[in-house]
């Protein structure tokens, strides 16, 4: 089956500790996000890969970085300078990322909480 | 700037009863582009609907519709004869062109058996 999938489900993350959470496709998509999810807040944009080798920060890069060598990865790195990293983040997958009549395919989510 | 607000934060109400999402958006562009998507328990955030800004008719699918009114900057979504499958957390979200989807803050919905 098509899809994306993300891992772990579940992430702690100590002070100081940058952490990765995993995310990948098999739908063939050019694009690919991360969004942030908190409670009350609705989701909120990261970064965001258009073709592989190239990313563009979102609305809430600080902290962040992220990598796309593949066009099936993208991986999110969660640095220590992320002071409230605790979040429910959601990986999503678009055809290509170019228009804006695009519907975004998403992953279960990793939720990350802090030690 | 574009923004989507959805003052309903938590909705709960009755197996079998009708009940409205509100949505509303604030926009510049003249072409923009619409959404609901649903959160269910497990995580994932699955497309419902899209609508473009020069299609107004309101459509329906099975139990859901969705009302579409630019003159009031709204994009409604209702469920009828609710079911306990309908309880989740839904989105509306707003694009424009090539700007990246912007998500209201969401609505828990319940129903209660």
């Known amino acids: 089956d098509g899809g994306i999938t993300q891992s772990p489900k579940y992430l702690f993350r100590k002070e100081g500790q940058n952490v990765t959470l995993s995310c990948e496709q098999n739908?063939?998509?050019?694009?690919m996000y991360w969004y942030r999810q908190d409670p009350g807040q609705g989701l909120r944009l990261i970064y965001y890969?258009?073709?592989?080798?190239?990313?563009q920060k979102g609305d809430i890069a600080e902290g962040y970085s992220v990598s796309r060598e593949k066009k099936e990865s993208f991986p999110l790195t969660v640095t220590s300078a992320q002071k409230n990293p605790t979040a429910f983040y959601l990986c999503?997958?678009?055809?290509?990322?170019?228009?804006?009549?695009?519907?975004?395919?998403f992953g279960s989510g990793t939720q990350l909480s802090v030690l | 700037a574009q923004k989507v607000t959805q003052a309903q934060t938590e909705i709960s109400v009755v197996e079998k009863e009708d009940v409205t999402l509100d949505c509303v958006y604030e926009?510049?562009?003249?072409?923009?582009?619409l959404f609901w998507y649903k959160q269910p328990p497990s995580g994932e955030l699955v497309f419902l609907i899209r609508?473009?800004?020069?299609?107004?008719q309101n459509e329906i699918s099975g139990r859901y519709s969705w009302n579409f009114q630019k003159s009031t900057s709204s994009f409604n979504f209702t469920i009828t004869a609710s079911q306990v499958v309908d309880s989740a957390v839904y989105f509306c979200?707003?694009?424009?062109?090539?700007?990246?989807?912007?998500f209201g803050q969401g609505t828990r919905l319940t129903i209660n058996p």
């Open positions: 999503a997958s678009s055809i290509f990322g170019t228009r804006g009549d695009e519907k975004l395919f």
């Open positions: 739908l063939n998509h050019d694009a």
């Open positions: 890969s258009q073709i592989v080798n190239d990313f």
């Open positions: 926009t510049r562009d003249t072409t923009y582009y």
């Open positions: 609508r473009n800004s020069f299609d107004e």
């Open positions: 979200a707003l694009s424009g062109g090539a700007q990246k989807l912007v």
